[in-house]
């Protein structure tokens, strides 16, 4: 049996031989500022999970911290003035109907406030010369030579149509006038006259002494008859007075006779004031019908 050949023995005095060099012990990572193991190294790219259930992405709770003035993001379209969906429209209706009812609403106020004031002429009309439209024919039995050419006048205004008329009224074989008619229309067209010519025509008596008043029923509105009588028995002196005045809508009409006794009037039995005031009845309603265009 061979043996493997053995080493020849180092000498005791031969130095050692050098060997390989010996390994510098291992230096621990330093830190660094990159925050992967190796800066030379791309990051690593990241696996994308196993398939699974479909997960919506997370919404941002608010506001993140450190910004105070942040808002959260908002997703979908802008909400409606009035809100989304249905609810958005039918407030928007809403609004939009409000605003149709109000329009509505003040355009009828308008119309009626319109209509409220409007003059309430009725028809009537104030003739340049009203002595030509009048008819003072019941007068005319008992004075038969009345006056051929009465006077008048009119006035014609924004606020007011107004024409007036003044006869002379002879007896057969007078020289003078024995009385006297005065006739008036008045178009109020700005303001309605009801309250003042009820205030001034009612309480006639209580503003002049002696006077009587009357209310007459059947011609317009409302209409009065104020009379006066100063004559005596046989006395050659006196007054006899007869006022008829009516209002009908913003129209008022006046009639007026009046006749004055002296010892130089040959007239010394003047008609009396209830034939008067039926004269003057029959003649207006008549006057009044004529005024109406």
């Known amino acids: 049996m061979s043996t493997p050949p053995q080493q020849p023995a180092q000498p005791a005095d031969r130095p050692p031989q050098p060997g390989p060099p010996a390994q510098p012990p291992s230096v621990p990572p330093q830190p660094t500022a990159y925050p992967y193991p190796n800066p030379q190294s791309a990051p690593p790219v990241p696996q994308a999970p196993p398939p699974g259930p479909f997960q919506p992405p997370a919404m941002p709770a608010g506001p993140q911290p450190g910004n105070p003035y942040a808002q959260p993001p908002q997703y979908g379209p802008p909400p409606t003035a009035g809100g989304s969906g249905g609810a958005g429209r039918a407030v928007l209706w809403a609004v939009v109907g409000a605003i149709v009812a109000s329009a509505a609403w003040a355009a009828g106020v308008l119309l009626i406030g319109a209509a409220a004031n409007a003059a309430d002429l009725r028809g009537y009309t104030a003739p340049s010369d009203l002595c030509s439209r009048a008819d003072y024919g019941s007068f005319k039995d008992e004075y038969t030579a009345s006056d051929s050419t009465p006077t008048h006048s009119s006035l014609k205004d924004p606020a007011l149509d107004e024409s007036h ?12 006038a024995d009385a006297y008619l005065s006739l008036q229309v008045d178009l109020h067209k700005k303001t309605d006259p009801a309250p003042e010519f009820t205030a001034t025509w009612k309480n006639y008596e209580r503003a002049h002494t002696g006077y009587d008043v009357g209310a007459v029923e059947g011609i317009g509105d409302e209409a009065y008859l104020v009379t006066q009588d100063t004559t005596t028995g046989t006395s050659s002196t006196g007054s006899r007075y007869a006022t008829l ?3 009908d809508g913003w129209v008022t009409y006046t009639m ?11 007239d010394k039995d003047p008609p009396e004031i209830d034939e008067v005031s039926d004269w003057l009845k029959t003649d207006t309603r008549n ?7």
């Open 245 to 247: 005045a009516v209002r």
């Open 165 to 176: 008329c003044s006869a002379s009224l002879k007896k057969s074989g007078s020289s003078y």
């Open 287 to 293: 006057t009044l019908g004529r005024l109406k265009s």
């Open 256 to 266: 007026t006779y009046s006749a004055y006794l002296s010892s130089y009037d040959p």
